[in-house]
Each structure stands twice: as C-alpha cells, then as structure tokens.
C-alpha cells in the first residue's frame, strides 16, 4: 500500500486523506500491511502527531476493524477508562454501581501495565471469574444482569492489537494521538451512549504534570464526542495510594467493603464521583441527584447484589459468591507473611509514595516485568491510616502482604515510603478538574 500521502500529510500538518486512513487501518488488523510501512506511519504520528478531524477518522476506523456492540432499546450504555493508578480498583465496584442505578454497563478492561495494576488481574482473584467473554456473551450478560467486565480481545478493534505491539517495539506509545485512538475505539466500540475517563495525574501515574493530563484528557473528550459518545473526563491526584488496599486479591476485599456500604471515604467518593457523572450525562439529572443514587445503591446492598449476580453470571459459583460477599478474605488467595510499617514520630501522615509501594510490589509478583510473568495476587498493601490522619509514634501506618522474605533494602525502602508531617494537612479530595465539550457527530 502506497501510504506517501498519508505522510506527506502528517509532516505538513494537514488532514489525511480519509478514505486511505480507513483502507489503511483495514489493512492493518487484515495484516496486509507490510510492519515496515505500518512503522513508517506510527512514526510520523508519533514524531509530527496529527490533526483533530484525523485523530477522529483513526479511531473510527480502528473501531470499525472488528466487532461493535449493538444494542436492543433500552437504558443507558455506559462506561470508564482510567489511564492507571496504584489501588485503582473502581470499575470493580462502578459497573455493578451504575447497573443498579439503571444503566447498562460493558465494561472491557486490561491486565496490569507497568506498575499500575489491572482490573482483570484483580477479578482473576476470584475462583472461577471468567472475563474472556465474546461480543455476543457481552451484550447477553449485561442484558440479563446489567453489566459485565470482560478482557480486552481480539475481537474488538483488532487493528489497535496490531498498532499497539508495534509501538511497544518502536518506541512510539507516548503519543497523545495513538493513546487516544487506541483507548477511544475500544470504548466506541461498546456502543456507548456516554463515558468517562479518569485521567490520572501525578508522581505514580503515567501523566506526571498537570499539561501532560490535560492535553491528553482533551484529546480523548474530543475524539470521543467525534464519534457521537458524550464523554467527560476527570483529572484525579495520583501520588498517593488510592482507598485502604493495594493489589490484586486485597482490592477485591475492599471493593466489597465498599459495596457494602462501608470501606474507604477515599475510593467510596471516587466510585460516586465517577458514576455521577455518568448518571447526569445520561438521565438527564443534577450532579447532587446523581451522587445520591449512587450513594443509595452502595448503601442499600442493591450494587453488591448486581456484583452478586455478575459474577455469577461470569462463572463464579453460587457458593463462592456468598462466601465472597459474606467473607472475602476467607475466599481471595492470602499471603504468608506480613510486615507493618509504623510512624517513627507523632504528627500528620502527609502521604505514602504509591510508586515505590507499587513498584516493591510488583516485584514481589503483584505486576509483570515479561508479558508471561505469573502474579501472586496475594501481594500487595493494606493501608492503616487515612491521608492527613493524626497519628502518635509507633501508630501502624500499613501492612506488606507477600510471600518471600524481605531483605533489608527492601524493609529500608518500606519504611520511608510514608511521609508524616508536624504541620496538620489539608486534603482536597481528588479530583483536580474536569474536562467536558458540548457533543459533536461527525
Ligand atoms: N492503554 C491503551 O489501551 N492504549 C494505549 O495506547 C495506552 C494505554
């Protein structure tokens, strides 16, 4: 395929021809593009990026390269994507949430990358969760329960599989267009009728300034409303571990902490956060409506009921369920060993550094480093004390869940991850600011 156009286009700055992005980007997920030229487009892309009308024109196209789900009248169709964070456990406790509320929710999500954890890794701690579901298994489980949380496959937006490979051995995945039309296509695919994308912004998320955040939360909101799915993005604080539990079997304890009503003040207003916003885009109600309905259905039982019923839908025995709902530590894998970290002094506990907590995490097998790595979902961190908290010396800060023993680097290296402060500490919540245009069709 002669794509010369498409890089002349590129290096001026002007729009590429539209139909030869769609044959390209056909031609991509049939493999009938050679990887060279394929190559040869990533990195104009990634070097000159490209403009608004071409990000949309990408994205459409990728979506069009494999399955989209359609949908029967009915309600809402919604979902999230959140760019990775350390405790990010939400979309555990969101879709189930806004099923509840009334919305359908299909959800697909990834593995862990890097040192932020996935949400399929975290609902593979589950005996018997199974989230490889065809389109078709996807549409009939959120019809029959409402939501359902599937891996990332090659069914949908085959020719983002084929990009993303390239660009993980071409050094080409920081680019704001390819992240947006990658991420975008597989969420247009759902058939959304609106999303939100959690844009995270600090010293353990990928987007380290406020600049980077914003540019690339502006770039998906615009492509996303091109495709007609009303979209908003919040840019939330990522520098400090999120909720009370890090890792893949403890953030599924305190999700259902959480869906029962309890579990941190942190995760619980980020979970309402996220799913208000849904629920105003779609249901046409205020920001303070939509927060009640969320808070209602976290309180009430009725979002673990639908929990309940997604992971039995998704293959979870009837009896695990209720041990899991009931009990979950008694049913998520656990770890040997435990090391607690307390304050060395009184004072405010100012933060926790979530990227060497994730970091020591990981390598202690909660993350790859290899694509075939093996997880101990057991590994991770429970944290004792909320952010700005008061505490008195030799008050526990956090808990180490792992397996091997520690050496003493690593036990150095855990005892300065928190920070605790003679001055009291303000906390503002995390969301830093949102970013939403009016809807635009192509
Ligand atoms: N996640 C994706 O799905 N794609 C990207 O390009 C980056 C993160």
């Known amino acids: 395929m002669n794509i010369t156009p498409l890089i002349k286009a590129i290096a001026s700055g002007e729009n590429q021809p539209s139909d030869l992005i769609q044959d390209f980007i056909a031609g991509i997920a049939e493999r009938s593009v050679a990887q060279d030229v394929a190559v040869q487009w990533l990195k104009a892309v990634h070097r000159s990026g490209c403009t608004p009308s071409d990000k949309v024109f990408i994205t459409q196209a990728m979506m069009a390269s494999g399955a989209q789900l359609t949908w029967p009248e009915g309600p809402p169709v919604v979902d999230k994507h959140s760019t990775g964070g350390v405790g990010d456990k939400m979309s555990l406790m969101l879709a189930p949430a806004l099923a509840a509320c009334g919305c359908r929710v299909p959800m697909l999500a990834g593995r862990g990358l890097g040192h932020t954890g996935g949400t399929i890794d975290k609902l593979e701690s589950i005996p018997g969760f199974r989230c490889a579901l065809t389109p078709k298994e996807m549409v009939a489980a959120v019809e029959r329960v409402g939501c359902c949380i599937a891996v990332q496959n090659e069914a949908i937006a085959p020719a983002d599989g084929v990009l993303y490979a390239l660009r993980d051995v071409t050094q080409t995945i920081d680019s704001v267009p390819l992240i947006t039309a990658s991420i975008v296509s597989k969420k247009a695919a ?55 539990h890090v890792g893949n079997a403890l953030e599924v304890v305190e999700s259902i902490h959480v869906l029962k009503g309890g579990g941190s003040s942190d995760t619980r207003s980020l979970v309402i956060m996220q799913g208000a916003a849904l629920l105003s885009m779609t249901l046409n109600l205020s920001e303070q ?36 709902i009931h009990d979950p530590e008694s049913v998520v894998e656990r770890a040997r060993e435990t090391t607690t970290v307390v304050a060395p002094n009184r004072g405010f506990l100012h933060s926790i550094d979530a990227l060497t907590m994730a970091n020591i995490a990981r390598e202690h097998g909660a993350g790859r480093f290899d694509l075939n790595d093996k997880l101990d979902l057991s590994v991770g961190f429970v944290v004792h004390v909320e952010r700005g908290k008061a505490v008195r010396e030799g008050d526990p800060i956090f808990t180490f869940h792992h397996r091997r023993s520690l050496p003493e680097a690593t036990l150095a290296q855990l005892t300065v991850l928190p920070q605790i402060v003679q001055e009291p500490v303000s906390t503002n919540g995390r969301l830093l600011e949102t970013v939403q245009f009016p809807t635009t069709k192509p």
């Open 289 to 324: 409506e939509a927060e009640k309905r969320m808070e209602e259905v976290l309180d009430n039982g009725k979002a673990l009921e639908v929990f309940a019923a997604m992971c039995e839908q998704q293959g979870v025995s009837e009896t695990t369920v209720q041990r899991l």
């Open 190 to 244: 759902e058939g959304l009728d609106a999303l939100v994308l959690d844009v995270k912004v600090g010293s353990a998320a990928f987007m380290k300034s406020m600049e980077e955040a914003r540019e690339l939360a502006t770039s998906m909101v615009e492509t996303a409303e091109g495709l007609g799915v009303r979209t908003m993005a919040q840019i939330t604080e990522m520098s400090h571990p999120i909720g009370t």
